[in-house]
């Protein structure tokens, strides 16, 4: 039977973590956070990990459109995020989803913003700000002076020019339009958008081969999970507020990994490399 939650946001501040013991203390159990936009399917099926909105060629396209203007857009959670984060994943071509060691520890990801996951969120944002780019003139001629300050330091300092960009906003244009549907839908998850929802998943021993420890970024499982294996469920009830930065719990990060799934996975990572 699963156990379900739901959690405001106050009473979310003043959590250490989201189940009961029984869930929290079993350190054969992980945690997925995500949003209402895609629960249903995730009721129904599990975790595919399957993009369903944002592709890797998708991922790819944008990161090459913002190498080529020498621009690093204007929020941090878009093209920064996309090209930094999502792209590294994006090289994982079969199915996989991620995973947290505690259940407090990703917050982030249940949160109106990020609706969709990170995929979404880096790539709309990331859509939005050229979007933006094009529609200022100041943000135009801001890129280019950068650019020109830039190069010119260089160059009085003895050291190689840096490329200077003028970006063809036609050219940019077309090369936008063949995301627009995708950057569109991302959109629509956001306005979905209804609560938070953390997932607790409870694997097995066949599991361990599917699965690594890639430290800050989580536990990567490559394969599909199914919706029997989930063993806990809480929705968060956080409106448009962002999810508290709540600091890892180093007690239950330490006995998670000093327990026998981490140790695991460990074991099988050195026998692969060997």
Not at 103 to 125: C, D, H, K, P, T
Not at 174 to 199: D, K
Not at 212 to 228: A, E, H, M, W
């Amino acid at each position: 039977m699963i156990e379900q939650v739901r959690v405001g946001f106050e009473d979310l501040i003043a959590r250490k973590w989201l189940f009961s013991p029984r869930l929290e203390d079993d350190p054969w159990v992980l945690y997925h956070a995500t949003s209402s936009p895609v629960e249903r399917k995730i009721d129904q099926e599990g975790f595919a990990g399957s993009a369903f909105l944002v592709t890797r060629e998708h991922v790819i396209h944008m990161v090459s459109l913002y190498r080529s203007m020498n621009w690093a857009g204007i929020h941090s959670d878009g093209y920064a995020a996309l090209g930094g984060i999502t792209l590294g994943r994006a090289h994982f071509l079969e199915p996989h989803c991620w995973f947290r060691e505690a259940s407090m520890r990703s917050l982030v990801y249940a949160q109106r913003s990020w609706a969709g996951g990170e995929w979404a969120m880096s790539f709309r944002q990331a859509f939005d700000d050229l979007v933006e780019f094009l529609r200022s003139e100041t943000a135009r001629q801001e890129h280019l002076q950068s650019q020109v300050q830039l190069c010119r330091f260089l160059v009085m300092s003895g050291a190689a020019p840096s490329p200077v960009i003028k970006v063809d906003a036609a050219r940019l244009t077309a090369a936008l339009e063949p995301l627009q549907v995708n950057a569109e839908a991302c959109s629509q998850l956001v306005q979905r958008y209804e609560h938070g929802l953390i997932y607790a998943v409870k694997f097995v021993e066949s599991d361990v081969p599917n699965l690594s420890d890639r430290g800050g970024s989580g536990i990567l499982y490559t394969g599909t999970v199914l919706s029997d294996r989930i063993v806990g469920k809480a929705c968060l009830d956080l409106g448009d507020r962002p999810a508290p930065r709540k600091s890892d719990d180093v007690e239950r990060m330490i006995f998670w990994r000093e327990g026998p799934l981490a140790l695991r996975i460990r074991a099988n990572g050195t026998k692969a490399r060997e």
